[in-house]
């Protein structure tokens, strides 16, 4: 996400924001036409503004020059290569980005959502927890939009799962220093459990990271995976100690390995890849962090064949906000960040690099791992989001 949550931590931000998108009520909002948290009322103006339709990006352009603008909130701050190409593609329509991590732009879209406000009209985030599904999208304060002739080139499970529309996934994996290590020195996730690795992995804290806590929650639901990966790795069956299950115990037994926790990937790739090092740690951090290998002169590199799995995928996800008062703009905006119809769009160009898989067939990849041979974990936002809350306060018991 690459920012923290201010103030508070992810915890009770994300408690706080249930709460106000549960007391959404039926009234209408001050400064807008549809009832506040109205899923009904939500549903009849995507119709109306024909989010179930695909048009063409010509017919698009003509309607979005109207409106002159378009809102967007991205969890990325390369928005701003977007905001350039979309400018200069389509002349007399002008981008308006802010670049929020995905926790504060939840918090955001509910707060204003609730007073009447409708002021993004594209969303670019990642699930946090399941809770843009289970929740915002429930309610109706963010919408799919799915053009069929876009979904169509995509390959599955993009193409046909209901999250929300896909351009391209990440993961979270192990990175390491390549001028130390020939070849990646984690195999296996238990590894960093061990006395050599005591002291010497940096993660983002799970309590400001939602990404860290969405894959601590991909290791208990795949306890099963953890338990086998164990044996694989310690010759025994594994000893829970109490704990629910393998994923649940892994987590407890890297809490006492001290870890180093940190508020940003940057920061840990940073001090993974220095130059220079005889005994570097190693850091968990997003795929996309290789870019600053090139940028800063690290040395990066990071292991995808891993067991049980590298970790689960993290789908980067495009919304259309309720109300939006840019619907077209938006519309020809998110076929932008997703390549056009013919794949050749620049507007996907700045999410098309080294850790980053997009999702379409017919677009050619940066990245030498085919998305197929990825191995990961599916993002299940119902079981983060039902089970988030007992693997916040299991962890906070570790500390």
């Not at 020059?65 to 002008?94: C, I, N, Q, T, W």
Request: net charge neutral; charged share 25%.
């Amino acid at each position: 996400m690459g920012k923290t949550a201010s103030r508070t931590t992810i915890a009770l931000l994300l408690s706080s924001v249930l709460l106000a998108v549960s007391g959404c009520g039926g009234t209408t909002g001050s400064k807008g036409n549809a009832a506040n948290g109205d899923s009904g009322n939500a549903a009849g103006w995507a119709e109306k503004a024909g989010l179930n339709k695909t048009e063409t990006s010509a017919e698009l352009y003509a309607k979005a020059k109207e409106e002159g603008s378009v809102v967007l909130y991205s969890m990325s701050s390369r928005v701003s290569d977007v905001k350039d190409s979309f400018e200069a593609k389509y002349p007399g329509v002008k981008v308006e980005a802010y670049n929020i991590s995905s926790v504060d732009m939840l918090e955001k879209l509910v707060r204003e959502h609730g007073a009447g406000i409708y002021n993004a009209d594209v969303i670019f985030t990642k699930d946090t927890g399941g809770t843009f599904t289970m929740e915002l999208l429930k309610k109706g304060i963010v919408h799919k939009y799915m053009p069929s002739d876009l979904v169509g080139k995509m390959v599955e499970p993009y193409k046909t799962q209901v999250d929300g529309f896909v351009p391209y996934v990440e993961v979270r994996g192990i990175f390491y220093n390549s001028e130390v290590y020939k070849t990646p020195p984690i195999t296996n996730w238990w590894d960093l459990t061990t006395p050599e690795w005591k002291g010497r992995l940096m993660i983002s804290d799970p309590m400001k990271s939602a990404d860290t806590m969405d894959l601590f929650l991909a290791f208990v639901q795949n306890a099963d995976d953890m338990k086998q990966a164990y044996k694989e790795k310690f010759g025994k069956d594994i000893e829970l100690n109490g704990s629910p299950n393998a994923g649940y115990e892994f987590i407890r037994r890297l809490a006492k390995n001290d870890l180093i926790l940190t508020n940003s990937g940057g920061d840990i790739v940073k001090a993974v890849g220095k130059t220079g090092q005889t005994k570097p740690p190693v850091g968990l951090a997003v795929s996309t962090k290789l870019r600053e290998a090139q940028g800063q002169g690290l040395k990066l590199g990071v292991s995808y064949d891993i067991k049980p799995k590298v970790s689960h995928v993290e789908q980067a996800l495009l919304y259309i906000g309720d109300q939006s008062k840019h619907p077209n703009a938006a519309k020809l905006l998110i076929r932008w960040m997703a390549g056009e119809a013919d794949g050749n769009g620049d507007g996907l160009k700045p999410f098309n690099i080294w850790g980053a898989w997009p999702t379409r067939s017919d677009v050619k990849q940066v990245e030498d791992l085919p998305l197929a041979k990825l191995n990961v974990w599916k993002y299940d936002p119902v079981f983060y989001y039902e089970n988030s809350p007992k693997v916040r306060d299991f962890w906070l018991k570790q500390q």
